[in-house]
């Protein structure tokens, strides 16, 4: 595999250990080795538990058939104990995929006594685990660092037991571990110490991702603001930060590895201690580059740090193109610190911005809609230097936030918003724009606020071929209902079903 022959190791590999576990993100190389999640737990098994751990990833090449690791091509029936690391709620059917395709039984319920033992984790997965919870001997519900001592052991002590009802026992008696075949609900989320642990950060460099051969480094986790429709502000609560010592000892420790650092968080601007970080790694000589930015919390001081060493691009999310719905969804910046952190990048040399906008959402107008172009467009003629792409998305609601119960407006709706965004763009000099898939976003619903009965949904769909016709198939034989009825209304569906 060309990607794997282009990696470098920043800590020890480890062929032999007390177990072996398959480590499976299951979407392509590209996409698993950019996320910090994979590396965090990687980095545990292998250097902090000495658990030989193997990786795998599932992309186009793949699909339905078996799953061989990137290390020494093995199967994934071949281990006791497989480990899913799930971001994102869209990459449940490659898990379905990716099992099937291996010959392991999909169900815990209904695996046999010598096939492997699975267990997951991510952010998906501590949001709503239910849709694929059935395919889990158990689920970490929050953070790696704050059970993986103890699941580590129970993994070394179990990987050859054959009784699934003890596996479950055991596994259950973890605090922050879901077992579904024994309880009705997930438990709450675990956190860990940040004390106690050290900053999330690669532990393999290559250039085959989205950040290629940059070292990523995460400064804080949870955040403040709340806004209501992300699930990650309101899963994880208030934000916690690293210290910028804690920060800055761990990327002067590889600083010979590489010669750009990305800075990682919700909101790496609002870190109290942020210009400290970004000017002290700079003035290593490295270039620093930041995962998200929100235009209130923006300082001369960050921008400037990051234009050091030649960052030349910054991305901020208005989310809205009017502060009236920005109110109504919770994020209360202004159009003026929009502009004011635009002005900045200018100011320091970085010539290159992308929005974030989301259309769909509860309470918004087509006066809305049309009001991004004319935010975008009054950007533009202002800031001449700079160049803009802008990337929107239809409102997914999440489980667990406030924005929940309203569901997704109607594929109708959201056709027309589309086209009336798109329209409000054409022709604005410097700008680029790109609108995600409609079909896509409501699949994505589906799995973000569906129960265990999606399980079975993506099951037939897959055995349907897999295209959008297919699931819609799939929902009504299963759910009996269609798709769309589903993603406006998943409280009352689920409750009559």
Same mark, same amino acid.
């Given at each position: 595999?060309? *990607?794997?022959?282009?990696?470098?190791?920043?800590?020890?590999?480890?062929?032999?250990?007390?177990?072996?576990?398959?480590?499976?993100?299951?979407?392509?190389?590209?996409?698993?080795?950019?996320?910090?999640?994979?590396?965090?737990?990687?980095?545990?098994?292998?250097?902090?538990?000495?658990?030989?751990?193997?990786?795998?990833?599932?992309?186009?090449?793949?699909?339905?058939?078996?799953?061989?690791?990137?290390?020494?091509?093995?199967?994934?029936?071949?281990?006791?104990?497989?480990?899913?690391?799930?971001?994102?709620?869209?990459?449940?059917?490659?898990?379905?995929?990716?099992?099937?395709?291996?010959?392991?039984?999909?169900?815990?319920?209904?695996?046999?006594?010598?096939?492997?033992?699975?267990?997951?984790?991510?952010?998906?997965?501590?949001?709503?685990?239910?849709?694929?919870?059935?395919?889990?001997?158990?689920?970490?519900?929050?953070?790696?660092?704050?059970?993986?001592?103890?699941?580590?052991?129970?993994?070394?002590?179990?990987?050859?037991?054959?009784?699934?009802?003890?596996?479950?026992?055991?596994?259950?008696?973890?605090?922050?571990?879901?077992?579904?075949?024994?309880?009705?609900?997930?438990?709450?989320?675990?956190?860990?110490?940040?004390? *106690?642990?050290?900053?999330?950060?690669?532990?393999?460099?290559?250039?085959?991702?989205?950040?290629?051969?940059?070292?990523?480094?995460?400064?804080?986790?949870?955040?403040?603001?709340?806004?209501?429709?992300?699930?990650?502000?309101?899963?994880?609560?208030?934000?916690?930060?690293?210290?910028?010592?804690?920060?800055?000892?761990?990327?002067?420790?590889?600083?010979?590895?590489?010669?750009?650092?990305?800075?990682?968080?919700?909101?790496?601007?609002?870190?109290?201690?942020?210009?400290?970080?970004?000017?002290?790694?700079?003035?290593?000589?490295?270039?620093?580059?930041?995962?998200?930015?929100?235009?209130?919390?923006?300082?001369?001081?960050?921008?400037?740090?990051?234009?050091?060493?030649?960052?030349?691009?910054?991305?901020?999310?208005?989310?809205?193109?009017?502060?009236?719905?920005?109110?109504?969804?919770?994020?209360?910046?202004?159009?003026?610190?929009?502009?004011?952190?635009?002005?900045?990048?200018?100011?320091?040399?970085?010539?290159?911005?992308?929005?974030?906008?989301?259309?769909?959402?509860?309470?918004?107008?087509?006066?809305?809609?049309?009001?991004?172009?004319?935010?975008?467009?009054?950007?533009?003629?202002?800031?001449?230097?700079?160049?803009?792409?802008?990337?929107?998305?239809?409102?997914?609601?999440?489980?667990?936030?406030?924005?929940?119960?309203?569901?997704?407006?109607?594929?109708?709706?959201?056709?027309?918003?589309?086209?009336?965004?798109?329209?409000?763009?054409?022709?604005?000099?410097?700008?680029?724009?790109?609108?995600?898939?409609?079909?896509?976003?409501?699949? *994505?619903?589906?799995?973000?606020?569906?129960?265990?009965?999606?399980?079975?949904?993506?099951?037939?769909?897959?055995?349907?071929?897999?295209?959008?016709?297919?699931?819609?198939?799939?929902?009504?034989?299963?759910?009996?209902?269609?798709?769309?009825?589903?993603?406006?209304?998943?409280?009352?569906? *689920?409750?009559?079903?």
């Amino acid at each position: 595999m060309k *990607q794997f022959v282009d990696e470098r190791w920043l800590i020890r590999k480890r062929s032999s250990g007390k177990a072996r576990v398959a480590l499976v993100f299951p979407n392509s190389y590209f996409v698993g080795m950019s996320n910090l999640g994979l590396h965090v737990v990687l980095r545990l098994l292998s250097e902090e538990y000495a658990i030989a751990c193997e990786r795998a990833f599932i992309n186009g090449e793949s699909m339905n058939k078996p799953v061989r690791t990137i290390e020494s091509g093995s199967l994934l029936s071949s281990f006791s104990v497989i480990a899913f690391s799930v971001p994102f709620e869209g990459d449940y059917p490659n898990i379905v995929r990716a099992l099937l395709g291996s010959g392991i039984t999909l169900r815990a319920v209904e695996r046999k006594p010598l096939e492997p033992i699975i267990i997951g984790g991510g952010t998906a997965l501590s949001i709503n685990p239910e849709p694929i919870a059935d395919i889990f001997d158990a689920i970490v519900m929050g953070e790696a660092e704050a059970v993986m001592g103890e699941l580590s052991t129970a993994v070394e002590a179990l990987a050859h037991e054959r009784e699934r009802e003890k596996i479950w026992e055991r596994l259950s008696s973890i605090d922050g571990v879901y077992v579904p075949m024994l309880m009705d609900r997930p438990p709450n989320v675990v956190l860990a110490d940040m004390k *106690q642990i050290e900053p999330a950060h690669s532990v393999i460099l290559t250039r085959e991702t989205e950040f290629a051969n940059t070292f990523l480094i995460e400064i804080a986790r949870g955040c403040n603001f709340k806004c209501h429709y992300c699930a990650y502000g309101n899963l994880y609560c208030r934000a916690r930060f690293f210290t910028a010592d804690q920060v800055i000892n761990v990327v002067r420790r590889y600083r010979e590895k590489f010669d750009s650092v990305g800075l990682v968080s919700a909101v790496v601007s609002s870190h109290p201690e942020v210009e400290k970080i970004a000017c002290a790694i700079a003035d290593d000589g490295l270039r620093v580059s930041v995962s998200s930015l929100r235009a209130d919390t923006l300082t001369e001081g960050l921008v400037a740090a990051l234009s050091k060493r030649g960052s030349t691009s910054m991305t901020i999310a208005p989310e809205t193109g009017t502060e009236r719905l920005r109110r109504a969804i919770g994020k209360s910046i202004s159009d003026e610190d929009i502009e004011r952190a635009i002005k900045l990048a200018e100011k320091h040399g970085m010539h290159s911005i992308k929005l974030y906008f989301m259309f769909g959402l509860p309470f918004e107008t087509d006066e809305d809609v049309t009001a991004i172009g004319e935010l975008v467009k009054g950007l533009a003629e202002r800031q001449k230097g700079m160049s803009f792409t802008v990337s929107a998305c239809a409102f997914v609601p999440k489980k667990g936030t406030p924005l929940e119960r309203f569901g997704m407006a109607p594929a109708q709706v959201l056709e027309r918003r589309s086209k009336l965004l798109l329209s409000s763009l054409k022709g604005i000099e410097r700008v680029r724009v790109s609108i995600e898939s409609i079909r896509m976003s409501q699949l *994505q619903a589906l799995f973000s606020l569906g129960d265990r009965r999606v399980l079975s949904v993506i099951e037939r769909a897959i055995g349907l071929g897999g295209s959008f016709s297919a699931w819609k198939r799939a929902v009504a034989e299963t759910l009996c209902c269609t798709l769309e009825d589903f993603t406006q209304h998943p409280v009352t569906t *689920q409750a009559t079903n």
